[in-house]
T-cell receptor, first 110, second 111 residues
Framework: GQQLNQNPQSMFIQEGEDVSMNCTSS?????WLWYKQDPGEGPVLLIALYKAGELTSNGRLTAQFGITRKDSFLNISASIPSDVGIYFCTAVDSNYQLIWGAGTKLIIKP | DAGVIQSPRHEVTEMGQEVTLRCKPI?????LFWYRQTMMRGLELLIY????????DSGMPEDRFSAKMPNASFSTLKIQPSEPRDSAVYFC?????????FGSGTRLTVV
């Protein structure tokens, strides 16, 4: 089946640092979505990407839809404590269903 | 809009008991999804409905699991009988096409 490889699995960072994570697939997708899950809550949509090469920002978050349509990247600039959580990449398949990455857990060092 | 509403938030039950999880999707969203999340397996799609009709239930683990959507504003996920390995967080999500909105989940503990 279709799979997304999301890296890294977890990140320990200092407050103020920039964060990068990525998602790759052997399959081509036409839509990529990035979600964040806070502890005890459901995932929340952060950014949606609809066009290869597209770069979209949402505040300190920037996501890119890879030109090959097989990957996507998420960057967080100047991290703050409320950025902790699990970030999921997802891709929309031909049946409009979401294929999920395993998630990147972001932990900020005290 | 109140978002996707799930109840209860927490459920603790004894093995063998019937458990019913409830979901109210966002009005106007024609797709509804039930997911299960565990540390070991991450997010797993159990079943999804489109316009109240079950489209794909291949993710439902066993016959002990069943889901219904009697109308556009309500869905249930039932486990009968429940087992300790069913312990997980169960999420409901609704979507107009994609870009799901998730509920806050039901944390189920079967002892």
């Amino acid at each position: 089946g279709q799979q997304l490889n999301q890296n890294p699995q977890s990140m320990f960072i200092q407050e103020g640092e920039d964060v990068s994570m990525n998602c790759t697939s052997s399959s081509i997708f036409n839509t990529w979505l990035w979600y964040k899950q806070d502890p005890g809550e459901g995932p929340v949509l952060l950014i949606a990407l609809y066009k290869a090469g597209e770069l979209t920002s949402n505040g300190r978050l920037t996501a890119q839809f890879g030109i090959t349509r097989k990957d996507s990247f998420l960057n967080i600039s100047a991290s703050i404590p409320s950025d902790v959580g699990i970030y999921f990449c997802t891709a929309v398949d031909s049946n409009y269903q979401l294929i999920w990455g395993a998630g990147t857990k972001l932990i900020i060092k005290p | 809009d109140a978002g996707v509403i799930q109840s209860p938030r927490h459920e603790v039950t004894e093995m063998g008991q019937e458990v019913t999880l409830r979901c109210k999707p966002i009005s106007g969203h024609n797709s509804l999804f039930w997911y299960r999340q565990t540390m070991m397996r991450g997010l797993e799609l159990l079943i999804y409905f489109n316009n109240n009709v079950p489209i794909d239930d291949s993710g439902m683990p066993e016959d002990r699991f069943s889901a219904k959507m009697p109308n556009a504003s309500f869905s249930t996920l039932k486990i009968q009988p429940s087992e300790p390995r069913d312990s997980a967080v169960y999420f409901c999500a609704s979507s107009p096409l994609y870009g799901y909105t998730f509920g806050s989940g039901t944390r189920l503990t079967v002892v």
